[in-house]
C-alpha cells in the first residue's frame, strides 16, 4: 500500500504550499516508510527530493527546499509515500524513481517481476522493489512493460525529454480525478480519501475534465469525480497542451507518440 498524488496543469502554475503540505500529510496513513516529490517544469530536468523517513519527518527535514520548489511555477507535481511490500527500506526505493529516461510513482505489486526482467534485460537485485524493477523495465518502453505487467499497477511515468506524462491503472480500484476548472488543476490520486480531503477543505469548484466543461452551478460540495478504470490510461503532451484517455488494450497500447510506446 503506498499513496499516490499528483497536481497537474498544462500551463506553468504555482501551486499553493499549505495544498501541498496538507496532501503529503494526508498521505502518511498510505505509507510511512519512505516520502518522495518531483517537480516537473516543461522542458526542464524535474527536481527530486526523497528520504526514507514519513511525510510529517519529510517536510520538516526538507522545509527549506519545499519552499523554495512550492515558490515557483511547474506543470506537475508528482507526491509518493511508501508501505514496503516488496524490497528493502533503502533510499533505491523510495519514490518516485528514476530510471535514466522516466520517472515512475507506483502503487500495488508486480506479481511477475523475473518475467518482465527477462523480456526488457533488467538485472534482477533482490534488495530492490518491484516498483524498482518496473522502473527499469519501463526506460525504453513503458506502456509495453505496464502492460506485460501482472498484479495490481496504478501508476504515473513521466518522461522529461518529451515532456509526456502517462496515468495507467490495470486494477477495478483504479485512480480518482477531479479537475479545479477555476485555476485549470487536474489532481489524481489513487485514494478517494485523498482528493476528499482536498476539496473538502480548501471548496474549489469543479468541473469535468472529459465531460461538461461547464462549472457546477451547486458548489463545491458538488463534485464530477471521474476514475480511471481497469486498462485504461491518460496521455498528457505538455509540449502540446493535449490529453487525451484510451483504453490500451482495445488501442494496441500504442495511442500515444512517445517514442516509449513505439
Same mark, same amino acid.
Given at each position: 500500500?503506498?499513496? $499516490?498524488?499528483?497536481? &497537474?496543469?498544462?500551463?506553468? %502554475?504555482?501551486?499553493?504550499?499549505?495544498?501541498?503540505?496538507?496532501?503529503?500529510?494526508?498521505?502518511?496513513?498510505?505509507?510511512? /516508510?519512505?516520502?518522495?516529490? #518531483?517537480?516537473?517544469?516543461? =522542458?526542464?530536468?524535474?527536481?527530486?527530493?526523497?528520504?526514507?523517513?514519513?511525510?510529517?519527518?519529510?517536510?520538516?527535514?526538507?522545509? !527549506?527546499?519545499? =519552499?523554495?520548489?512550492?515558490?515557483?511555477?511547474?506543470? /506537475?507535481? $508528482?507526491?509518493?509515500?511508501?508501505?514496503? %511490500?516488496?524490497?528493502?527500506?533503502? *533510499?533505491?526505493?523510495?519514490?518516485?524513481?528514476?530510471?535514466? !529516461? @522516466?520517472?515512475?510513482?507506483?502503487? @500495488?505489486?508486480?506479481?511477475?517481476?523475473?518475467?518482465?526482467?527477462? %523480456?526488457?534485460?533488467?538485472?534482477?537485485?533482490?534488495?530492490?522493489?518491484?516498483?524498482?524493477?518496473?522502473?527499469?523495465?519501463?526506460?525504453?518502453?513503458?506502456?509495453?512493460?505496464?502492460?506485460?505487467?501482472?498484479? %495490481?499497477?496504478?501508476?504515473?511515468?513521466?518522461?522529461?525529454? #518529451?515532456?509526456?506524462?502517462? &496515468?495507467?491503472?490495470?486494477? #477495478?480500484? @483504479? +485512480?480518482?480525478?477531479?479537475?479545479?476548472?477555476?485555476?485549470?488543476?487536474? +489532481?489524481?490520486?489513487?485514494? !478517494?480519501?485523498?482528493?476528499?480531503?482536498?476539496? !473538502?477543505?480548501?471548496?474549489?469548484?469543479?468541473? @469535468? *475534465?472529459?465531460?461538461?466543461?461547464?462549472?457546477?452551478?451547486?458548489?463545491? =460540495?458538488?463534485?464530477?469525480?471521474?476514475?480511471?478504470?481497469?486498462?485504461? +490510461?491518460?496521455? $498528457?503532451?505538455?509540449?502540446?497542451?493535449?490529453?487525451?484517455?484510451?483504453?490500451?488494450?482495445?488501442?494496441?497500447?500504442? /495511442?500515444?507518440?512517445?517514442?516509449?510506446?513505439?
Amino acid at each position: 500500500m503506498c499513496g $499516490i498524488t499528483a497536481l &497537474i496543469s498544462l500551463e506553468p %502554475t504555482k501551486f499553493e504550499a499549505r495544498n501541498v503540505k496538507s496532501l503529503l500529510e494526508k498521505m502518511q496513513q498510505y505509507g510511512d /516508510a519512505s516520502t518522495g516529490i #518531483t517537480a516537473y517544469r516543461l =522542458n526542464e530536468k524535474p527536481l527530486l527530493i526523497k528520504d526514507i523517513i514519513n511525510s510529517t519527518k519529510f517536510m520538516k527535514k526538507y522545509d !527549506k527546499q519545499l =519552499n523554495e520548489i512550492l515558490a515557483q511555477e511547474w506543470n /506537475a507535481l $508528482i507526491l509518493h509515500t511508501r508501505q514496503p %511490500t516488496q524490497g528493502k527500506v533503502i *533510499i533505491e526505493n523510495a519514490q518516485p524513481i528514476e530510471n535514466g !529516461k @522516466g520517472i515512475l510513482a507506483h502503487n @500495488g505489486s508486480v506479481n511477475n517481476v523475473e518475467e518482465i526482467c527477462k %523480456t526488457f534485460k533488467v538485472k534482477e537485485n533482490e534488495k530492490y522493489s518491484d516498483s524498482w524493477h518496473l522502473a527499469q523495465c519501463m526506460e525504453r518502453y513503458p506502456l509495453k512493460a505496464f502492460s506485460k505487467s501482472t498484479g %495490481t499497477i496504478r501508476a504515473l511515468y513521466l518522461e522529461p525529454k #518529451t515532456n509526456e506524462l502517462l &496515468i495507467m491503472s490495470n486494477s #477495478t480500484s @483504479g +485512480i480518482d480525478m477531479i479537475y479545479d476548472k477555476s485555476r485549470k488543476l487536474f +489532481i489524481c490520486s489513487n485514494y !478517494k480519501a485523498i482528493l476528499e480531503a482536498y476539496y !473538502k477543505r480548501f471548496r474549489y469548484y469543479f468541473g @469535468g *475534465i472529459f465531460e461538461d466543461e461547464s462549472p457546477i452551478a451547486n458548489g463545491w =460540495n458538488e463534485v464530477l469525480k471521474e476514475e480511471l478504470k481497469s486498462d485504461e +490510461i491518460i496521455w $498528457i503532451d505538455f509540449s502540446n497542451k493535449a490529453l487525451a484517455k484510451f483504453d490500451y488494450r482495445s488501442d494496441g497500447g500504442y /495511442a500515444c507518440n512517445t517514442t516509449g510506446c513505439d
